[in-house]
């Protein structure tokens, strides 16, 4: 595997010294990678240029991309490229669940936060960060100086989980604090009522927001496969129970899926763009999400 492209591995990605080098690495290793796929194009200069679309001047077309990527692509003036996003991030109890072999969800949820918000910063998009559980603990606007960077890995940096999670809360709450229109990127377990959820991702939807929304969870969230004797502790209410996993498994994983299938409807409905994110997966997968997404605003 090439040097960079082995950063995309959550638990390599762990070992390195300093969220600032994390992010760095991440995304070299996805832009290397984008030369081999099929968004190839998108790492020449993506932050000077988008694909042609019809109606574009064709006096804009960079002939020279074109030469090295065999694909149609017009250079974009500073007012076209910029991006105003927001990344909230969940640092409530629950995100700070890891199940061995794995890192915790909410220092995932770190490195993923500090991945786009490098990126988005090297394509002089306006960056903010947010950290919430059942309240806006952080809240940082969003801003495109490359010293604000600092500031948003500083916060990032160590994070850890505090109180119970009241997402459709926190989101109301930012949605009232978020001024200007744009972006808004949530990585979230969503341990929260459905209801109340759909009903913050209506309010960033009424001020005219796009949305993505990464559903985190960790394998075991998904498969339940543990012991057959298991002592389970609601990370937030503390409560516990000795139960026989085996015999929980069935219903367990159908409740997980008609739970993960009922967010991802919600979000169909109101054009919010959903994906379940799973601790073990390369950070590659979300980033050609917000990649593709990005091309498309």
Same mark, same amino acid.
């Given at each position: 595997?090439?040097?960079?492209?082995?950063?995309?591995?959550?638990?390599?990605?762990?070992?390195?010294?300093? @969220?600032?080098?994390?992010?760095?690495?991440v995304v070299e290793g996805f832009i290397t990678g984008l030369h081999k796929s099929?968004?190839?194009?998108?790492?020449?200069?993506?932050?000077?240029?988008?694909?042609?679309?019809?109606?574009?001047?064709?006096?804009?077309?960079?002939?020279?991309?074109?030469?090295?990527?065999?694909?149609?692509?017009?250079?974009?003036?500073?007012?076209?490229?910029?991006?105003?996003?927001?990344?909230?991030?969940?640092?409530?109890?629950?995100?700070?669940?890891?199940?061995?072999?794995? @890192?915790?969800?909410?220092?995932?949820?770190?490195?993923l936060a500090a991945s786009l918000g490098y990126m988005m910063m090297k394509q002089r998009d306006s960056v903010g960060l947010a950290l919430y559980d059942k309240e806006v603990k952080t809240y940082l606007p969003s801003k495109s100086k490359p010293s604000y960077l600092n500031l948003i890995l500083k916060t990032l940096e160590? @994070?850890?989980?505090?109180?119970?999670?009241?997402?459709?809360?926190?989101?109301?709450?930012l949605a009232d604090q978020i001024k200007r229109r744009g972006l808004i990127i949530i990585i979230s377990d969503l341990f929260d009522d459905i209801e109340s959820i759909s009903s913050a991702l209506k309010h960033f939807r009424h001020k005219e927001n796009e949305i993505i929304l990464f559903q985190l969870l960790d394998p075991r969230e998904l498969d339940f496969d543990f012991g057959r004797s298991a002592k389970f502790i609601d990370l937030e209410s503390k409560e516990e129970m000795v139960t026989n996993s085996h015999q929980l498994k069935e219903s367990y994983q159908k409740a997980v899926r008609d739970f993960t299938d009922e967010i991802k409807n919600i979000c169909y409905s109101q054009n919010v763009d959903y994906n379940l994110v799973v601790t073990s997966d390369p950070f590659d997968k979300a980033l050609r999400e917000f990649l593709s997404k990005r091309a498309k605003i």
């Open positions: 595997m090439d040097d960079h492209r082995k950063y995309l591995d959550p638990k390599a990605t762990a070992e390195l010294k300093g @969220i600032d080098l994390k992010a760095r690495m099929p968004y190839h194009g998108f790492s020449v200069e993506f932050a000077e240029h988008r694909p042609y679309r019809a109606g574009d001047e064709v006096k804009n077309i960079d002939w020279k991309v074109y030469g090295r990527s065999n694909r149609y692509y017009v250079k974009q003036y500073e007012e076209e490229t910029n991006l105003r996003a927001t990344i909230l991030v969940d640092v409530s109890a629950s995100m700070g669940f890891a199940s061995e072999g794995h @890192i915790p969800k909410v220092e995932y949820a770190s490195y160590g @994070i850890e989980t505090t109180d119970e999670t009241h997402t459709a809360s926190a989101l109301d709450q």
